[in-house]
């Protein structure tokens, strides 16, 4: 799986002109289009790109606030599936540290079970 920076994903698009973005089709030409950050006092974005249509949605539609909305979505279920998951222990390194433990104090006692025979805790 390829690893994604999201902290630098972050960075970009909370520097980058808010949205919402919009795709405009230039009028009489089908290659073209506009897309569009937020026009006001301070912005004034406007990207014309020789591409395909659905390239020039795609685009507009992923604006900085859709970014930064993923971003925290992702987040959230990573912090949630480290919650539910954790990080798994190192089970070699226990077997060893249990190993261990059994030999140096006779507490436990190891033993295959066989199929059908009955476990008691």
């Known amino acids: 799986m390829t690893t994604i920076d999201t902290k630098r994903l972050r960075e970009l698009?909370?520097?980058?002109?808010?949205?919402?973005w919009h795709h405009h089709?230039?009028?009489n030409d089908d290659q073209i289009h506009d897309i569009r950050g937020p026009i006001n006092?301070?912005?004034?974005v406007?990207?014309?790109?020789?591409c395909e249509p659905e390239d020039a949605r795609y685009i507009a539609a992923i604006d900085p606030p859709t970014l930064i909305a993923l971003l925290?979505?992702?987040e959230k279920y990573r912090s949630w599936a480290d919650r539910i998951?954790?990080?798994?222990?190192?089970l070699?390194?226990?077997h060893e540290r249990l190993k261990a433990q059994i030999a140096a104090t006779g507490v436990l006692e190891q033993?295959?079970?066989q199929p059908g025979e009955a476990r008691s805790l």
């Open 13 to 20: 698009a909370e520097a980058a002109t808010s949205g919402p």
């Open 46 to 50: 406007v990207i014309y790109a020789e």
């Open 72 to 74: 925290d979505e992702l």
């Open 111 to 113: 033993r295959v079970i």
């Open 41 to 44: 006092d301070l912005h004034n």
């Open 25 to 27: 089709r230039i009028p």
């Open 92 to 94: 070699n390194e226990q």
């Open 85 to 90: 998951l954790g990080n798994p222990p190192d």
